[in-house]
């Protein structure tokens, strides 16, 4: 969770939501993180968990990232979701949850729907105030 925290921070220096994705390989190596860039990349699908996914696969040289852990500083929306689903991530570990648009529980539940052919395990509340924390502050400062 601490290098998701890193993106994290660095996204919230460039004026993005401060949501940061790190992907773990099974060995436990650092395959890629990200942290949001819809501001900066102006681009409503760059967010944190999906340049993590799209820069793992090209490490990996495949879509399919078994193996892998995605740590992330908060709950998926949808979009997210589906791509960890899509992705065949195994295990997601969530830092805070999203009661406004959180796709793991909170709103929706994509990785709890039978229809879908992949559902990763799930590991909530890991460094939830320091990630929540982050998200308070950002918010906080533009209101």
Known sequence: MGAALEQAR??????DVPIGAALLGA??????AAGNQ????????AHAEILAIRAAAEALGGWRLLGTTLYVTLEPC????GAIVLARIPTVVIGAPDPKAGAAGSVLD???EPALNHRPELRTGVREEECAALLREFFNARR
């Open 10 to 15: 660095l996204a919230e220096g460039h004026g």
């Open 27 to 32: 060995d436990g190596d650092l395959l890629a």
């Open 38 to 45: 819809r501001e900066l990349r102006r681009d409503p699908t």
């Open 78 to 81: 949808a979009m997210c979701a």
């Open 110 to 112: 994509v990785f709890a």
